[in-house]
């Protein structure tokens, strides 16, 4: 089997260091105490990295590798629905889009978490604290769906894909 290399070291140091946070704050740390406060302005300027390395890094890191058009959704998901071969080097469409809403959550999370903490008018409003619940919780959807469709495609396409997210090699097609 011939591989590559995808995922370079920033972009798999990004994805373990999201999950341990995410799986720190979520299941861990007490809402609202410091470690689950800098933790999540930690995650938030891995986002900010991450966002930049989109445009100046390589390869699969490139928004443009993956940022998923409504044409590339709908062929990946015929292909899906028709149990067609799919495979891209990077993110297929529907792991861009559940890439994009992840970090989107990582970012609500911030804000609203910061505007509870930091902004004095919001101190103590239900809503802000209920809306960073949901997302929160919407973000854990989206990593279980994350985590299923990673396992999915490995399975569909006989190749371990969690583990090139820690290796950084990909198989390549021929």
Same mark, same amino acid.
């Given at each position: 089997?011939?591989? !590559?290399?995808?995922?370079?070291?920033?972009?798999?140091?990004?994805?373990?260091?999201?999950? *341990?946070?995410?799986?720190?704050?979520?299941?861990?740390? !007490?809402?609202?105490?410091?470690?689950? $406060?800098?933790?999540?302005?930690? *995650?938030?300027?891995?986002?900010? &990295?991450?966002?930049?390395?989109?445009?100046?890094?390589?390869?699969?890191?490139?928004?443009?590798?993956?940022?998923?058009?409504?044409?590339?959704?709908? $062929?990946?998901?015929?292909?899906? &629905?028709?149990?067609?071969?799919?495979?891209?080097?990077?993110?297929?469409?529907?792991?861009?889009?559940?890439?994009?809403?992840?970090?989107?959550?990582?970012?609500?999370?911030?804000?609203?978490?910061?505007?509870?903490?930091?902004?004095?008018?919001?101190?103590?409003?239900?809503? &802000?604290?209920?809306?960073?619940?949901?997302?929160?919780?919407?973000?854990?959807?989206? &990593?279980?769906?994350?985590?299923?469709?990673?396992?999915? !495609?490995?399975?569909?396409?006989?190749?371990?894909?969690?583990?090139?997210?820690?290796?950084?090699?990909?198989?390549? !097609?021929?």
């Amino acid at each position: 089997m011939h591989t !590559e290399k995808l995922w370079d070291p920033l972009i798999r140091i990004f994805h373990w260091s999201i999950a *341990a946070i995410f799986v720190a704050n979520y299941f861990f740390n !007490e809402a609202g105490d410091d470690w689950h $406060q800098w933790l999540g302005y930690i *995650a938030v300027a891995w986002l900010l &990295v991450r966002f930049l390395w989109g445009f100046f890094g390589k390869g699969a890191a490139r928004w443009s590798d993956f940022f998923p058009t409504r044409a590339n959704l709908a $062929q990946h998901i015929t292909a899906l &629905v028709k149990g067609e071969h799919y495979h891209r080097r990077g993110h297929s469409p529907l792991g861009g889009l559940v890439m994009i809403l992840m970090m989107l959550c990582i970012l609500l999370l911030g804000i609203t978490g910061f505007m509870m903490s930091e902004i004095d008018y919001f101190w103590g409003e239900d809503w &802000v604290n209920n809306l960073h619940d949901w997302i929160a919780n919407s973000l854990l959807a989206l &990593v279980l769906v994350h985590i299923s469709a990673a396992l999915f !495609e490995s399975y569909r396409l006989k190749e371990n894909l969690p583990l090139s997210m820690i290796t950084g090699n990909r198989r390549v !097609e021929k």
